[in-house]
Structures are given as C-alpha cells and as structure tokens.
C-alpha cells in the first residue's frame, strides 16, 4: 500500500545525544542541524537567468513576481528560531517515550481528564512532562510565520512506525480563531488534525455541545495520542480575553497544555498579543517557558571595521540587501548598491522584511513600465508614495519609535498586492506594445532581437533596419540563428575606423531623460528635486566641485 504524500516511514538514527536515545519518537526525526546546513535549507531558490535581463517586458513581470514568495534570506532570527524550535521538539518527546511506556501514562492520564471533565486529573504520577513553551512577537510582515512554515518544513510532519503501528505527527499548525473563543480554538486543532491524517474529529467532537472543559481534555487526548511534537498557534493577537473566560482561564489553558499534557506550544502573533502574557509576572513567566522571541524589524546600524582584517564588517542589513540587489531583470541596472540608495530603501521599509521585497519588486516593474529600466532614490520614493499607502501609518510609528503607535498599527499589510502587479504589467505591455508597433509592428521576436543587441552594446538607430530586414529575409529562422547574420550586417554597416564621420546628433526630450544611462548629466539631472535649476540639479548629484569646500582645507 502506498503511504501517502506528507507521510514517511520510520528510520531510525543515532540522536548523537544521549538522553535521546532509546526514544523512537526522537531517532525518527532528522538530524540535528550545523548552521551551515540551517542556512542552505532555509534559503530560498531563485533562478537567475542573465538573458531574461532583455526579454519582453510582459515576460520580466513574472519573472520578477518570483521574488514575493520564493526569496528568503537567512538571518540571525531565524537561525535563532529553528535551533529553539528543534530543541523544543526533541526535549517534548524525552518524557513521551513509546519504549518506556511514559506516551502510553500520558494517554492513561488523558483518559481520565476526559472522564472527569477535569484537566488537572491524572492516574500516574510519574508520567512527567519536558515540554516548553515560546512566545513569537513581531508586526506583520517582519516574516515570523514564513521562517516558520520555512523552519516546520524541514521535518516530515508525519512519521509512521510500523513496528509499533503508531502513527506520529511532528508538527500542527493552526491559526487561532477570529472571534477569539477557545471553543473555536478546539474546533481549529481538530479540523488541522482531520486535514493531516484524513480522519473526522471535527465531525466527531464539533457537532455535539461538549463543555470547553470537554474539548479542550479531547483535544488534549488527541496530542498525545498521535504524539503530536509541537503545536503552533498563529494570529494569537484574535484571543478574545473576555470571550475566553479571561486571561486566567486561557493561560492556564496554555499552562496545562505544556506543563500536565506535556506538549510543547509556540505562540506567535503581533504586539497586540503582549498584554496576554504581560499581565502579571507570573503570567509573564508562563508565556516564556522557552523565552520569548520579540521579532522587531531588521535594524540598519552603521557598518564598523573589523579590527582583524580592518576591512569593514557588512551588517545584516547590507548583506540581505546586496544578495536582494542581484536578483535585477533591468537593463540599465547598477550592479553594486549605492550606500543613498540603500539608505533610501531602509528609510522607506523600515526593514520589515515583507515590504523590503515588496518595495523592491514593485520598482523594478516601475523601472520596466518608466523605461527607466534601472532603480534609483527618485524611483523608489515614487513607488512607496503610490504603490504603499496603506501601510503609511505603520511605517511612521516604527521610524517614530512610540511602541503605543506600534501597537495600534501593527498589522501590517499591503492589500490587493495582486491587483497592483497586474496594473504595472498592464502598463509595461502598453508601452511594450506602442515600441514595437512603432519598429516591427508587432512582432514580438524582433522587439526581443533588438533588445539582445541593445545588450549587446549596439547602437540602436543602425539596428533597427537591420532587425527588420533580417525577419524579411529569413521568416523561418528563430532569434538564436539570426543573431549572427544581423551581428555580420551591423559590423559592414559601421563607418571605416579611419573614416571621420560626424556623428547623428540625436534629440532626447527634457522627459525623456530618465531613459539614458546613469553617466548622462541629463539623466543625474532628471532624478534631482522638481522645480530647481540644472545647477542645483547637479550639485544635488554631487557633480559641482566645492571650490570653497576645497579652499579651506586648502588654506
């Protein structure tokens, strides 16, 4: 019989710690980690073709989409996160043991919690728990439930022993309900119980008006029953404190998941979320059971000389945005990152991660549509004015530093971000459309033809001609066979080397400026303030010379 898709058969490997071993629920599970190996498996996957560089514009959109969920750059959080994670895992299974019978006192135990109605009840005694459990703070977008889902990924979430003919879950993971209840919390977990193993314990246990105390002894049952390894609630922040019977009886709750039943929980939601755990000490203590991770925006500190190879020592941010940068599909793109445009980036995200990415994508779709075809401050500050104001607010609390402001705006999302990938594509296809109907009235193939040669550093009056006469001539051929034939005709059709002939002088209108390469004085003037003179314009740019600057360090 085939097993089924998230499900793997039991192999057994050393721990390589002593007091795992002897625990099949342990050995089961994947090795324990290096941090190299932490980072290759975390990291995210982009594929990089430098020809796409001049495909289509229409072609780039999606190539560049990629980004949004594929690029993932390990940091310190997240390597901090997934050690935590594994020794929370490993740690939970050392008291539910399927050799030593520990798993099967637990199940006793849940038997008579549900029997009595009471979560505190228990038959054994020596039936300990060395489970824990975390709290994971941070707004939204700061990647908390993507390193996660990243982290959670790296495990099989269900392993099967066959010579037990028990079956094992590692992970489950559940968002807490919107109208906050615990009843709904209870009817979540068995749903993500029923969508893992195909069984009907929603049906089951929803359908009947069981007491909370009642679903919460099942639901407790369940997790050790299938040995589930860590349950992750996500969204905490929608907890309703009155709904829930206050914050007492939900912590507890908690309480009793970790400390009797013996499952280790991780609690990940906003800042909205701290009042649960910060009400009191003693609630405080019990929400870090394994610590407590405040996930805050990546921080932008001012790079310092390593006193070793007195070079200067990258920070996270320079290296997470210089390993971004490269993952350019731009003709005119900057390969290296400008420390203003870098600067200009941080100060417009804030370093939330999510809209690091977010930013970055959509300007080089506006770079595409603009013809600009390369990403500047001016660019990007135009992008973040139109593309990101609903998270405005947001982005302001953080620069101002006031964690009320944080608090109150700390959900941050960017709605309808699919709606405005389709409006630039939309007009990176006009434009694309309009050049080519102009050149090769429509045809695709010659419009990525000239492009490759533009690349190519030719000139693109002298090809244009060329581009559409070899289409003439050989319709049957595809790019990659006419590439050579229109390559030989550009070189004949160049002047003799010796030959002095005065060049075309070529008109480039005031608003077209942006489109030239970044060396043109036009095009440093056009990223300058609106409303300023060329010479202002230039000195902004930093190409007027300090006469007065260099006299008193003269003098």
């Given amino acids: 019989m085939e097993m089924p898709k998230n499900m793997r058969k039991a192999i057994y490997l050393d721990p390589g710690v002593e007091r795992y071993r002897g625990n099949p629920l342990i050995e089961a599970l994947p090795p324990i980690l290096s941090v190299s190996q932490i980072r290759d498996g975390l990291s995210g996957n982009i594929k990089f073709d430098p020809k796409d560089i001049f495909a289509e514009g229409s072609r780039r959109v999606h190539i560049i989409a990629q980004l949004l969920d594929d690029f993932f750059q390990p940091i310190s959080n997240h390597l ?39 979560l505190n009840v228990f038959r054994f005694e020596q039936a300990k728990s060395t489970a ?45 309900p919107h109208d906050g209840s615990l009843k709904n919390l209870c009817y979540h977990f068995f749903r993500a119980i029923d969508e893992v193993l195909h069984t009907n314990y929603e049906a089951k246990y929803a359908l009947k008006r069981h007491s909370v105390e009642t679903l919460l002894a099942l639901m407790s049952q369940i997790a050790n029953v299938h ?32 400390n009797v039943i013996g499952l280790p929980v991780i609690m990940v939601g906003t800042p909205k979320a701290r009042p649960i755990f910060e009400t009191d000490l003693r609630s405080a203590r019990r929400g870090a059971g394994f610590g407590a991770l405040f996930w805050e925006p990546m921080k932008a500190p001012k790079p ?42 941080y100060e417009l995200s804030q370093g939330v991660l999510d809209i690091v990415v977010k930013l ?33 607010p947001m982005l302001a609390a953080l620069r101002s530093g006031d964690p009320e402001l944080i608090i109150k705006y700390s959900d941050l999302t960017i709605p309808d971000m699919d709606k405005k990938l389709l409006e630039l594509s939309a007009k990176i ?62 070189q004949a059709s160049r002047p003799h080397p010796v030959t002095k002939v005065k060049s ?38 930093n190409m007027i010379f300090d006469v007065d600057a260099w006299l008193k360090v003269a003098g």
């Fill in 227 to 258: 040995a589930i390894g860590v349950l992750v609630i996500d969204e905490i922040q929608h907890l309703n404190l009155k709904g829930s019977g206050g914050v007492e009886k939900m912590l507890n709750f908690f309480v009793t998941l970790v």
């Fill in 504 to 541: 075309k002088i070529v008109k480039i209108k005031v608003p077209d400026w942006h489109t030239l390469d970044s060396d043109d004085l036009r095009f440093k003037f056009s990223q300058s303030d609106q409303d300023v003179s060329v010479y202002q314009g230039l000195k902004q740019s």
């Fill in 132 to 176: 824990r459990s975390l709290s994971l703070i941070g707004c939204s977008g700061s990647g908390k439930s993507t390193t996660l889902n990243r982290i959670l990924a790296t495990y099989p979430q269900i392993i099967f022993h066959d010579k037990y003919n028990f079956t094992q879950i590692t992970y489950l993971k559940l968002d807490c």
């Fill in 429 to 490: 296809h006009d434009a694309q459309s309009n050049a080519s109907l102009g050149h090769y009235q429509g045809n695709e193939q010659a419009e990525r033809l000239h492009n490759l040669l533009v690349g190519m550093d030719c000139e693109s009056d002298l090809i244009a001609p060329l581009v559409t006469r070899v289409f003439s001539e050989y319709p049957q051929l595809s790019v990659r066979e006419l590439m050579p034939i229109v390559l030989e005709w550009y």
């Fill in 304 to 345: 310092v000389l390593d006193p070793n190879t007195n070079k200067v020592k990258p920070t996270e941010w320079i290296a997470f945005t210089d390993k971004l940068w490269k993952y350019q599909w731009l003709q005119k793109r900057d390969e290296k990152l400008s420390d203003e445009v870098r600067d200009t980036w």
């Fill in 360 to 392: 970055f994508v959509l300007a080089q779709l506006r770079a595409i549509a603009t013809r600009t075809e390369r990403i500047t401050q001016k660019l990007l500050k135009q992008v973040y004015d139109d593309e990101l104001k609903p998270v405005h």
């Fill in 80 to 118: 901090q996160l997934e050690t935590k994670l594994s020794v929370m895992i490993r740690q939970g299974y050392v008291g539910r043991n399927l050799d030593d019978g520990s798993l099967n006192a637990h199940m006793q135990n849940g038997y008579e919690r549900i029997m009595s109605g009471d």
